[in-house]
């Protein structure tokens, strides 16, 4: 999830339950807290694989975050002047910064709550990174709650009722319910996400099988802006991956696109260095592997097959090269993240569209590289 969101679905939790008994505070300590995970992006501005290895990483596991609630809410507590009592200004903490790792862990990229005790990646592929509805609903939530508790706003309106109006509780009560409503509205649809998962993934399964292609794992991970339309990625015992396309809405026929790999044999010497491990780890074990001739030497890439844009889907986002002597070892090791190099949004958007509306397939693949069962 985006960190905007991340930070409205706070405020909301913030202005629902919090707001009256804690003070004007209560909502930027939890903007604050509950964008305050995301800190580990700065491991971009170091590189690539780095932030594959640690973003969403120690700030957004489960047990460090019982530790930090207690110290924000004390904090908290001091800078709103003892406002409310130290346990509500951690309860707010703890339920923002739960609530954050709770809301990555419904998208498909990888969150590790569970570290330092395990580092398994874990993915609920509900909804997308960037979700138009849960965005626009907190964005709503937290647009009225500000008008709705700007007080001073009725002393323009009338100067003689300002100060009966101020006391009126009516208005912070109605801030209440609209965070209320908000997060309401974000459980029930997320519920309503679920089930077009679960029935996407059964059905890729069922289309795999009547092609004789026993799937040991698949999954369907919600296009960006919705959870109508879906990446199908399914991997069989041999390490090949087979990519699709799916509307919810259209429900037209999957067509599944094989994506070869290199034997296990060549890839080893790969998969034994500790960047090939990461990257295996990272791609959820949804890459392939192939190999090409450079001026200086071969050069064997590991693609991950989770994520790839509509208008161009042979090209995976995420890829990790490395260099091989005549020997067979492994000389050096380069990522590559590719998400939008070149990408032509308005044609992306265009096909999201198609593909939602009608269900159009994977017609854009070139076959030089892929084979179609």
Known sequence: ????????????????FFRRRLGPLATPFALLASSLPDLDSVTYLISPEYAWAYHRGITHSFFPMLVAAPILGYLGYRISRREGSWLLWSLLAVLCLYLH???DLITS???????????????????????IFLTSVTAASFVANRILRWERIDYFINPLTFPIVHRHPRRQVAGDWVGRVALALVIVYLLIGWPPNRQTVRLAREEL?????????????????????WDIAARDADGMIYNAVYSSYARA???????????????????????????????????????????????????????????????SAFVMEFGIDDAGNVTASRAAQRALD????????????????????????????????
């Not at 999830?1 to 629902?16: C, I, K, N, R, Y």
């Not at 569970?114 to 990646?121: D, G, H, I, V, Y």
């Not at 004789?212 to 794992?217: C, D, N, T």
């Open 253 to 315: 026929p999957m067509r599944f696109v094989r994506f070869q790999t290199l034997p296990a044999a060549a890839i080893r010497p790969v998969l034994a260095t500790p960047e090939g491990r990461m990257f295996a780890w990272y791609s959820q074990g949804m890459f392939v592997a192939d190999s090409i001739a450079t001026p200086n030497g071969d050069q064997v890439r590991l693609h991950d097959r989770r994520f790839f844009t509509l208008t161009n889907p042979a090209s």
């Open 101 to 103: 790792t709770i809301f």
């Open 1 to 16: 999830m985006d960190t905007l969101t991340h930070a409205l679905v706070g405020t909301a939790v913030s202005d629902g």
């Open 209 to 229: 099988a009547k092609a004789g292609i026993e799937a040991v794992e698949v999954r369907a991970l919600p296009i960006m802006f919705t959870y109508v339309a």
């Open 109 to 131: 990229w990888g969150t590790m709550p569970l570290l330092p005790f395990s580092n398994a990646r874990i993915s609920w592929d509900i909804v997308p990174i960037l979700d």
């Open 342 to 373: 070149g990408l032509d949004v308005r044609e992306e958007l265009r096909r999201l569209w198609e593909l939602t509306r009608h269900g159009r397939d994977m017609d854009r693949i070139d076959d030089a590289i892929v084979e179609d069962d």
